[in-house]
T-cell receptor, first 112, second 117 residues
Framework: GNSVTQMEGPVTLSEEAFLTINCTYTATGYPSLFWYVQYPGEGLQLLLKATKADDKGSNNGFEATYRKETTSFHLEKGSVQVSDSAVYFC???????????FGKGTLLTVNP | GAGVSQSPSNKVTEKGKDVELRCDPISGHTALYWYRQSLGQGLEFLIYFQGNSAPDKSGLPSDRFSAERTGGSVSTLTIQRTQQEDSAVYLCASSHSSGTSAYNEQFFGPGTRLTVL
């Protein structure tokens, strides 16, 4: 079955630092790839997605590129803000029902 | 418009009792998913509905867990004879469909936090 491995963290950065959270996956076929974010006290929100190889998903300065050759979908942001503090989940979907398989999540704390 | 809603937001129950968790998906969304978020296991898929039928129940952890969906809308997840290991946040998500395009975004509800004493 599908599986996702992501950097577990926690990750602590200073404001304006560069962020990378690694994510690799195993899957049959051609899954779609996602990053979800969970802010403190809130529900899961889709941050960005990519549906085919070499696609780049982006949102609010966050980017991730679907790399089929390395089965990776690393999340990056050039300059983090305190408001980016949250838990980030890498996920893939596949099969006929598109259920999501999640990584364990990475807690990001950004200090002023 | 209204998002996915879930009730109750919190539920505390005693071991051995039955609980029902409710999910109201976004109107018009035919696909509905239940997931569970726990400290030890992370986010896990439980069950998927397309309309009122559940073609994938592979994530239900035991026969104490069941779910139904009526009218292609509201879904109820029932846990019988609750155990302490059932304590988790139960999340519901809905999407337009799951078979007609590369991906239809899943919108998540706020979850129900279940605590089994």
């Amino acid at each position: 079955g599908n599986s996702v491995t992501q950097m577990e963290g926690p990750v602590t950065l200073s404001e304006e630092a560069f962020l990378t959270i690694n994510c690799t996956y195993t899957a049959t076929g051609y899954p779609s790839l996602f990053w979800y974010v969970q802010y403190p006290g809130e529900g899961l929100q889709l941050l960005l997605k990519a549906t085919k190889a070499d696609d780049k998903g982006s949102n609010n300065g966050f980017e991730a590129t679907y790399r089929k050759e390395t089965t990776s979908f690393h999340l990056e942001k050039g300059s983090v803000q305190v408001s980016d503090s949250a838990v980030y989940f890498c996920a893939i979907s596949g099969g006929s029902n598109y259920k999501l398989t999640f990584g364990k999540g990475t807690l990001l704390t950004v200090n002023p | 418009g209204a998002g996915v809603s879930q009730s109750p937001s919190n539920k505390v129950t005693e071991k051995g009792k039955d609980v029902e968790l409710r999910c109201d998906p976004i109107s018009g969304h035919t696909a509905l998913y239940w997931y569970r978020q726990s400290l030890g296991q992370g986010l896990e898929f439980l069950i998927y509905f397309q309309g009122n039928s559940a073609p994938d129940k592979s994530g239900l952890p035991s026969d104490r867990f069941s779910a139904e969906r009526t009218g292609g809308s509201v879904s109820t997840l029932t846990i019988q004879r609750t155990q302490q290991e059932d304590s988790a946040v139960y999340l519901c998500a809905s999407s337009h469909s799951s078979g007609t395009s590369a991906y239809n975004e899943q919108f998540f509800g706020p979850g129900t936090r279940l605590t089994v004493l």
